[in-house]
């Protein structure tokens, strides 16, 4: 007869762990509606606004683009890409002359750690818009 065994192999452990880990990660960004710590980091960056758009399937959020820098370092650093949420109309307007116009702006931001889906997709939100010297 065979001594039965009670406990799991390593194989079955390592797939319940990975289960439990996807589904308390599912649950932590769709139970916080409000998102995970807003204010994760502050911060400034300088640059052109060169993208600003209105999308998602059911929660739409306000998604643009920032390109840091000035003349031709411009074109060597990363894009920046932000959020902004829909209350704040001011920022909004602002960004949007700044877009059009091609000036320079310097935006205020809070960085999510989690951000919540229906607030933006970058994890970066704009709290400020202010004009360059």
Known sequence: MKPKNNGFTLIELIVVVVIIAVFVSVIVRLASPIG?????SN??????????SYKGLTFKTHEGQLQPGQGSQSALQEPFNFSVS???????QKLENAAQKG??????????LI???FL?????????????K
Request: glycine residues 8%; hydrophobic residues 35%.
């Open 86 to 92: 829909k209350d704040r109309t001011d920022v909004l």
């Open 120 to 132: 933006g997709e970058s994890g970066y939100e704009i709290v400020e818009v202010l004009p360059t």
């Open 103 to 112: 000036t320079r702006v310097r935006l205020k931001y809070r960085q999510w």
């Open 43 to 52: 911060g400034e960056r300088v640059g052109y606004v060169t993208k600003l």
């Open 115 to 117: 951000m919540s889906f």
């Open 36 to 40: 995970l710590m807003p204010n994760y």
